[in-house]
């Protein structure tokens, strides 16, 4: 029983070790994006237990920021699972103070935007997340600390490579294409992102 999570060209150690970019001992993930992108099964896979529930429906099973705590190489991880905020229980002042509590975490040191492996541009509403977490965390680096995580990618699927060769990049060039985007980060005197890493997982249920 339990989930089956593989990470494509053994890249489930990277994705694991990803913030040990210094000597803290204490360090906070965030995972953002909409209902059903994975979030959830992507941190169970990471713990290796069960820790998070799973929904498949078009509601999210988490509501308020779930903290999950991870020990690695003496290291804890703290892994915090948000709402899926297309939710459409989610009213706007309800994923603003949400995401306030973030506040209470200064450790965070990644930022995990969880995508379906077939989507190729961030919608509307992970994007005014993500200018939100911006507006918490101004770091002119912001962008060195986010990551892109594909989901529901099976290794036997015909397409994921010709997918990889074709979409990689794509999330970026919306990015970088957003004239709101670009002037609320200037702003707030955040770099463009000159890269985004992207994983590619099977967070999918295994059956035993």
């Known amino acids: 029983m339990g989930l089956s999570f593989i990470l494509c060209s053994k890249e489930f150690e990277k994705l694991k070790n990803i913030s040990n970019i210094d000597e803290v001992k204490e360090k906070v993930i965030v995972l953002l ?5 994975g979030k959830s099964s992507l941190i169970n896979g990471i713990v290796g237990k069960n820790e998070c529930k799973i929904g498949h429906d078009t509601q999210s099973c988490t ?3 779930k903290i999950v705590n991870y020990l690695k190489d003496g290291i804890n991880y703290y892994l915090i699972d948000t709402p899926g905020f297309d939710d459409s229980q989610l009213t706007e002042e309800k994923i603003i ?13 990644s930022i995990l935007i969880c995508l379906k492996y077939n989507e190729t541009k961030l919608s509307n509403t992970v994007m005014n997340v993500l200018k939100h977490i911006m507006d918490i965390f101004p ?9 892109i995580i594909r989901t529901w990618c099976a290794l036997d699927n015909e397409d994921l490579q010709d997918h990889k060769e074709l979409y990689e990049g794509e999330l970026l060039k ?23 890493e992207e994983f590619y997982v099977d967070s999918s249920p295994k059956r035993i």
């Open 33 to 37: 994006g909409l209902t059903g992108a």
């Open 139 to 147: 770091a002119p680096d912001f962008w060195e600390h986010a990551l």
């Open 63 to 65: 509501k308020s920021l």
């Open 97 to 109: 103070s949400i995401l306030n509590e973030l506040r209470n975490y200064p450790r965070i040191c």
């Open 174 to 196: 919306g990015i970088v294409n957003s004239p709101d985007l670009i002037k609320f980060m200037k702003e707030k005197g955040i770099n463009l992102p000159l890269k985004l």
